[in-house]
């Protein structure tokens, strides 16, 4: 069984930045591919990043490319998203997800993602 703690949300003024992290345990994640999702309220959940297994390579939703970095650290079992320049639109929860094993490209369909956080809030003041 897999866990993923999300951690690193909180309240942010426009313009500002988080750093959201994802801790992994139970399971080696160094072969799956890792990903964000958000829900904001009233909307279903969307991709925002994901990262290959071996972090090579990483995929954005047009809405934060630029603004938003993902990454991994495969030995601490941990993934981040750096989120810069926010915006209002970018207030959410925001999950974690593992997909697995996988040596491809991402998927950005959630419903192909096997594990998931429990979420962390990211609000965004304007």
């Known amino acids: 069984q897999v866990q993923l703690v999300e951690s690193g949300g909180g309240l942010v003024q426009a313009g500002g930045s988080l750093r959201l992290s994802c801790a992994a345990s139970g399971r080696t994640l160094s072969t799956y591919a890792m990903g964000w999702f958000r829900q904001a309220p009233g909307k279903e959940r969307e991709f925002v990043a994901a990262i290959n297994w071996i972090g090579s390579s990483s995929y954005y939703t047009d809405s934060v490319k630029g603004r938003f970095t993902i990454s991994r650290d495969n030995a601490k079992i941990t993934v981040y998203l750096q989120m810069n320049s926010l915006k209002p639109e970018d207030t959410a929860v925001y999950y974690c997800?593992?997909?697995?094993?996988?040596?491809?490209?991402?998927?950005?369909?959630?419903?192909?993602?096997?594990?998931w956080g429990r979420g962390t809030q990211v609000t965004v003041s304007s």
């Open positions: 997800a593992a997909d697995g094993p996988k040596f491809g490209v991402p998927s950005r369909r959630y419903d192909d993602y096997d594990y």
